[in-house]
């Protein structure tokens, strides 16, 4: 009948297998030949139940997502979860692997849900810039309650089978062979001729609901501002309580195709392409070998390096850290176990967890004390002599076939290998403060870095629950050489009329979390102003600069660990306030410069930090630093903050049009100079009628 959907008879009970590699996706073919797999089972006198399964490492990922967008074929997933749910035999959904978004949407038209120790089920189509379209917002607090229910929706995140099993989404969890499994089961729902009691008819389990969407939207609000699809979300599945199940239907399908067309949902599913993408690495196939990484040393017990410590230890990894002075090791080690302590006083982790973690971490003030670790990342200022004097330490230490990864933000990798006799074992590791949170890892691979160690860390980068992205040498790398370009920008846009507040209102507004003046002081000022101290050797004095960050650091203000920077912090807060001091600051700079200062709109503030950003970005295109665009936006988007819904910047320039943005540095350029000239990638693009996505 159809290669991607597999029936066979086990006795009285007709197990139909979805086989579409590698997720069993819900696209057409399928879709089409599991109603015909159904329809025949129901129309056999002998089946007496069925079971659904998945092939391969799960039960379905879910819809197609390439198909959002074009024209709906029959049977819509819908059609096909209404034959489960209508048929007139028992139909179990035998899940293993992950059984999400549509994937569930199908599970919870069956009568019964089972599933393995690996299953995993969620609906994570919020991530998309989407509510669940297939009736997730109806029939699953049907299933579990409404609270459970909203919480799993909005998350996005998938729950374990023990979990599932204890909010009754999964009727059993089976050991041993699960298909076999399944098919006892549907055998014993036959014998004891238990109800066919279909999902859209249970009446959703009683439990106090007032003040819980509201609460949920207070929850979110943050977290998700600017974002058309969680407030759907809720209101979809407050639907399921006040509206009939038809009704609230329409009302989720109305709200699907609401989401899925707008810009936000493309933006959020060219991220969710792009994360992938990120990890095919062209001249490293996906056949290369890796090493295994059972163990790993962090050289520096700073805020950096206890934060790289401590996600080596949450995925179970060993990691000592290394401090050749016993107090500061003490106090590096004591604010690992604060940063714990407030996860469980938060309910994020267990007290067992934490103590888990805490046994991981172990302290060294000796580099005998890590010779045997895999890997060796260092974690010290960003001073390149420092850091070729760690390097050169550790060559001489650690076991031949130890990886040396660096977290420089700036510094020429190259030159950092070349003080040891081993750089296809060096590589860069560039982790976003906090280390611990932040979901980013830019990884630089030097000339000589082999594809051994390139795979390794991308592979590890996984491992500890980072998004990695490989990029190559130049002064900043990918991420924070855009920066620079953007926050250069905003300090002119200071001397020319702007405040700090204003231009962070701007970038806030756009989407960012914070703009660049409270980023930088959350960030701390004293490391820029020492990169820019090291750049200062080379830079053209012809070239404008701003020197008010500069000042600013002159006067020991280095953001809110000083308790001022750009802005002042009351005690105990990290509230931003603006500051006169500042502002007399910028007025002085402005005189001495020469400047008129003017007003200064949003529009142009948006201007002046984003495109030449995109600009920055097409230089790194051309220059080969970064391997495709799609790799900048995930840098961007989980290292700076960019709004996912946006898609990253070179994204966000194709849905602009890289002719206007072209345009508008024309103009640029002709107003403030060469700083701004455009990219020929850009011109090139431009003058084509391409954008990025067509590189």
Not at 35 to 43: G, H, I, P, S, T
Request: hydrophobic share 40%; with cysteine.
């Amino acid at each position: 009948m159809s290669d991607v959907v597999h029936g066979e008879r086990r006795g009285a009970v007709a197990v139909i297998t979805l086989d579409r590699p590698p997720v069993n996706a819900l696209g057409q073919a399928l879709r089409a030949a599991l109603v015909a797999r159904m329809e025949e089972a129901a129309a056999d006198p002998e089946v007496k139940a069925l079971v659904l399964a998945g092939r391969g490492r799960c039960f379905s990922g879910g819809a197609d997502i390439r198909e959002f967008g074009a024209p709906p074929k029959d049977p819509h997933l819908r059609a096909v979860i209404e034959a489960a749910e209508n048929c007139p035999k028992p139909v179990v959904a035998a899940i293993h692997g992950v059984a999400v978004g549509g994937g569930l949407e199908l599970a919870l038209g069956c009568h019964y849900r089972v599933g393995d120790a690996s299953a995993r089920l969620g609906q994570p189509e919020v991530k998309l810039g989407i509510p669940p379209g297939a009736g997730g917002t109806q029939r699953l607090p049907r299933v579990i309650g409404i609270a459970p229910a909203l919480d799993m929706i909005l998350s996005g995140e998938p729950i374990p089978a023990v979990e599932a099993q204890a909010l009754g989404l999964l009727d059993a969890v089976i050991e041993g062979d699960l298909t076999a499994g399944a098919v006892a089961f549907a055998e014993t729902v036959v014998a004891e001729g238990r109800p066919l009691t279909r999902t859209r008819d249970r009446v959703i389990p009683a439990e106090h609901t007032e003040g819980l969407f509201e609460g949920a939207r207070k929850r979110i609000a943050r977290r998700t501002r600017g974002m058309i699809a969680p407030a759907r979300c809720i209101e979809s599945v407050e639907n399921a309580l006040t509206l009939s199940f038809d009704e609230g239907m329409k009302k989720e399908r109305e709200f699907f195709v609401e989401c899925v067309g707008s810009e936000q949902s493309k933006g959020q599913r060219h991220a969710f392409f792009a994360e992938r993408q990120a990890t095919k690495i062209p001249d490293v196939p996906a056949d290369t070998p890796v090493q295994a990484i059972e163990s790993a040393a962090v050289i520096g017990c700073g805020t950096m390096g206890g934060g790289i410590a401590m996600n080596f230890a949450n995925a179970g990894i060993a990691v000592r850290v290394l401090e050749t002075d016993p107090e500061a090791l003490d106090q590096g080690l004591a604010v690992i176990r604060k940063n714990y302590e407030g996860s469980v006083a938060r309910g994020r982790i267990t007290q067992e967890d934490m103590d888990t973690r805490m046994f991981l971490i172990g302290g060294a003030t000796d580099y005998a004390d890590i010779e045997d670790a895999d890997i060796v990342i260092e974690a010290v200022f960003e001073e390149m002599d420092l850091k070729k004097q760690v390097f050169a330490r550790l060559d001489t230490v650690c076991k031949p076939e130890a990886i040396l990864a660096t977290n420089t933000s700036t510094l020429d990798v190259n030159e950092i290998a070349a003080a040891t006799a081993r750089p296809e074992k060096v590589i860069g590791t560039h982790f976003f403060s906090p280390a611990n949170v932040m979901k980013l890892m830019e990884n630089v691979r030097g000339r000589k870095t082999s594809a051994e160690t390139i795979a390794t860390v991308m592979r590890l980068s996984k491992t500890i629950g980072k998004v990695g992205a490989l990029v190559g040498v130049c002064d900043g790398f990918v991420g924070n050489r855009m920066l620079y370009a953007y926050t250069r920008q905003a300090n002119f846009l200071l001397e020319e009329g702007a405040l700090p507040q204003q231009v962070d209102k701007a970038i806030y507004d756009f989407g960012f979390p914070m703009g660049p003046f409270a980023m930088g002081d959350l960030a701390g000022l004293d490391v820029g102003w020492r990169i820019r101290q090291r750049r200062a050797k080379t830079r053209d004095p012809d070239q404008r600069y701003s020197p008010i960050g500069d000042r600013i650091c002159e006067r020991g203000r280095f953001g809110q660990k000083t308790g001022a920077g750009w802005y002042r912090y009351e005690a105990g807060s990290r509230t931003p306030v603006p500051d006169p001091e500042i502002e007399k600051l910028i007025l002085e700079v402005a005189a001495e410069l020469g400047f008129a200062r003017r007003d200064i709109g949003d529009r142009e503030i948006l201007e002046r930090c984003l495109y030449p950003l995109i600009n920055e970005g097409a230089k790194i295109l051309e220059e080969g630093i970064a391997i495709r665009s799609s790799d900048i936006d995930v840098i961007w988007i989980y290292g700076y903050g960019f709004p996912i819904y946006r898609g990253g910047p070179m994204f966000y320039a194709d849905q602009v049009g890289v002719k206007s943005i072209y345009e508008a540095m024309r103009r640029l350029h002709q107003e403030h100079g060469d700083m701004l000239e455009p990219a020929a990638l850009l011109e090139d693009l431009a003058k084509s009628g391409k954008g990025f996505g067509d590189l």
